[in-house]
């Protein structure tokens, strides 16, 4: 009991210390990280060089696999590094990538997210072994200085294997002086082993092209997310939070809307709304119903993730935001007090 109250007591004196936003009511994170994509570079730069100091750590999206497993620039990524390290060095963030199991077959042709390729080379210990190697070697020839591991739709089946591939890609790593992240899906997936590694959890898609109509995500979803943010072998685990929407059509088709069409669209909307879980809403003249985020919604999932052990911010994506964003992230900046 007497441990339990002064666990108790030391996350209260956690809470009280860490500073809050000025007049947001809402604990700074410890740290602000966001991605820079291959499908939207120019837009993804052009918002580094106005704003890259405001970010601790930005990840370039990203390595794909070619049919052999082999880490492959996306298209892209490599006209995106030059300029991305120049900004990495001016704005003063840490320029790390991500790899994704996305099979590239052509410029036109990928497999994404693909669990079937994940899973021979984890299974077995000697391409494993190889896998973590060449993505290590891939990452520290490129000139980064971390890696997110973004592997999804693996089936927790493979936990086992994935937990063995994690340990021996955060050795590779290490043994160069990299960093490594692994990229949590909200909902299911295998995890790392308790406290072995940092970890960024997604916080988004509860509804979106797979479903009807509804929020991107909820500070009820966040909440639900915590016991994935007590994995993180620092207790400070990130939360990925989409900054997009999407968009219902009549018609039955379904597209996602980064955050300055979905802003765009919600003003020359017939009315807006908010649900309950504090996430904006309208149905457009045509019909088309969309829901997206500002910085109320933004800022309720924050405060749901601070309170499920969250302490870390992650932003997806850069490309097509505006000053109301950046505004919101000025705000909630750790050094922002």
Known sequence: MRRELCGRLATV????????????????????????VYFDGERGLAELQEHGELFDRVSLFAYELDPD??????????????????????????????????????????????????????????????????????????????????????PESDQAHFQTFITKLGDELQQRGLGLEVVVEPVSGPLPAAGSVRVVVMAYDLFGTHSGAGPRSTPTFVTGLGPRARIDSASAAALAIAVG?????????????????????????????????????????DSTEIWFEDRESLLAKWRAAWEAGFRRLAIWRLGGNDERLFDLIGDLRPDSD
């Not at 004196?13 to 991605?35: I, K, T």
């Not at 072994?129 to 200085?145: N, P, Q, S, T, Y």
């Not at 908010?274 to 809403?281: H, I, K, T």
Request: with cysteine; glycine share 6%; aromatic share 8%.
């Open 69 to 154: 497993g082999t880490p492959i620039p996306a298209p892209n990524m490599d006209v995106m590094m030059a300029p991305f390290f120049r900004l990495a060095a001016t704005k003063g963030f840490d320029p790390w990538v991500t790899v994704v199991n996305d099979i590239r077959y052509g410029v036109d042709s990928v497999l994404a997210k693909d669990a079937t390729l994940v899973h021979e080379l984890i299974v077995d210990p000697a391409r494993r072994l190889a896998h973590a190697r060449e993505i290590a070697a891939r990452v520290e020839g490129d000139g980064f200085k971390g890696l997110h591991l973004d592997y999804e739709q693996v």
């Open 245 to 285: 929407g999407f968009a219902w059509e009549a018609g039955g088709e379904v597209h996602a809307l980064d955050w300055l069409d979905a802003q765009r669209l919600a003003a020359e909307a017939p009315s807006t709304r908010r649900s309950a879980a504090d996430v904006p809403s309208a149905r457009l003249s």
């Open 13 to 36: 004196l956690l809470v009280l210390l860490v500073s809050c936003a000025p007049g947001l009511s809402v604990p700074n994170p410890l740290q602000v990280q966001a991605w820079a």
